[in-house]
């Protein structure tokens, strides 16, 4: 292993070597359109299905016919772990996709494209601010291809039987809204659910919910300081009374208490119309139309603060970076550039049913699709934010959820807690 690693750092630093030489600033990629000495074939891996994108990728490459692009799928359990065997034996793509929680573990096998060869002007005018994510102090990690935000689905039948006439706007109509729709069986058994939140190992996307929260508190969650990254959830007094309010849903003891972790998870919980509210990304859509085609249901954006100056949900942010030990880095700056700015990104998005990252596409929802609009709108003021190690992480927050419903630490001991453990991941 020992070895391996030695060979991987020796590949690394003649990669900068020769990346440095080649792309300090000289090569614009701004533009679209074939630049001299680029051509050839270019390899990409991703773990989209082959055959949701391979029409995007036809088209792209009969109309930039300068370049072949090729796309190998990959498996998402074993993606990383191909990748670096394939670096490390020279057999590697020349460009990846790369979703934003593993923006930071990739930082030093992407090749970073200098501000010079595509200004930072042109990329915050061009996508939407969670393409950010991708951004370092030496220039673009990845281009944006797509965000799923976080959005709030509803039962309507479920709203409508209860006397609810719309969904909650703000997050403190929520405990209202859970005596109302919350029921129990004589044994006090939760029968019907109003929200899942509370707990963490059966609600789907607990960490972007969590996330979502923070942010809106106004915690970066991991932020830049002298040039390490650290985390900050330790720096703002209100993110104790945050956990403490999403627990409260798992807490027999309280007046909101509308879930525990005997229930099924939350997807399966919504879909079989058992509860009225779920948290999902905006990708779901079609998926919970097919697990219940004649499910009632509606989406809202995420409930946010009242009174707070900015709307904000959590999101997740799909990129295609340039490999580090790409072969040809000058056909794959050009591709990478084309396929993030040109026709390709719109078939992408449809294909994988996400929102666009780029900002004329997310003006331009499909007139005849009731949700897109929605799912765009919030697209454009959805967030990520650095994580260190996506497995690693779900566990912090798994832990800091636990510490507080089973006793053992009060919110505030257990957001210092995650914090020192989300600190320990960062400086790995």
Do not use: C
């Not at 799923?148 to 909650?168: K, T």
């Not at 719109?346 to 009731?370: G, T």
């Amino acid at each position: 292993m020992k070895n391996f690693q030695i060979i991987i750092l020796i590949v690394f630093i003649v990669a900068a070597i020769v990346g440095v030489l080649a792309f300090s600033g000289a090569l614009p990629i701004g533009g679209s359109g074939n630049k001299a000495g680029s051509g050839g074939t270019v390899v990409i891996w991703g773990t989209a299905k082959a055959s949701n994108i391979s029409k995007a990728l036809d088209d792209f490459n009969r109309v930039n016919t300068a370049y072949t692009v090729k796309y190998v799928q990959k498996q998402p359990e074993s993606f990383n772990q191909d990748l670096l065997e394939a670096l490390a034996s020279g057999k590697g793509p020349d460009l990846f996709f790369i979703s934003d929680d593993l923006v930071h573990e990739y930082s030093d096998k992407i090749f970073t494209i200098p501000y010079k060869s595509f200004p930072l002007s042109v990329f915050n005018s061009d996508f939407a601010g969670a393409g950010s994510i991708f951004l370092s102090s030496q220039g673009i990690l990845a281009f944006p291809i797509a965000i799923d935000p976080l959005m709030m689905y509803y039962n309507r039948s479920i709203l409508n039987a209860n006397g609810v006439v719309y969904p909650p706007t703000y997050w403190d109509e929520l405990p209202a809204l859970s005596t109302t729709l919350s029921k129990k069986d004589d044994s006090g058994q939760i029968k019907q659910s109003a929200f899942g939140l509370g707990q963490f190992s059966n609600i789907n996307n607990a960490k972007d919910i969590l996330s979502a929260l923070f942010m809106q508190a106004g915690n970066p969650i991991v932020a830049q300081n002298s040039g390490v990254f650290v985390s900050t959830l330790n720096q703002s007094s209100n993110l104790s009374q945050v956990l403490a309010s999403y627990t409260d849903f798992a807490d027999p003891l309280k007046a909101v208490y509308s879930w525990n972790k005997s229930l099924p998870n939350s997807q399966n919980a919504f879909s079989a119309e058992n509860l009225a509210f779920y948290f999902g990304l905006g990708s779901e859509e079609k998926i919970l139309s097919e697990k219940n085609p004649n499910e009632n249901f509606g989406i809202a954006p995420l409930p946010q603060i009242r009174g707070a100056s900015f709307k904000l949900t959590s999101g997740r942010i799909t990129g295609v970076a340039v490999s580090a030990f790409s072969k040809n880095l000058n056909s794959a700056f050009m591709v990478a550039d084309l396929l993030a700015t040109g026709d390709f990104a719109k078939e992408y998005d449809s294909a994988e049913n996400l929102a666009p990252a780029r900002r004329n596409l997310l003006a331009s929802p499909a007139p005849n699709d009731p949700y897109q609009s929605l799912i765009y709108s919030s697209a454009l003021y959805a967030k990520s934010w650095l994580d260190p190690s996506p497995v690693d992480t779900d566990k912090v927050f798994k832990d800091m959820v636990e510490n507080v419903l089973s006793g053992n630490f009060t919110p505030e001991a257990a957001i210092n807690d995650a914090s020192a453990k989300l600190n320990v991941l960062l400086s790995k």
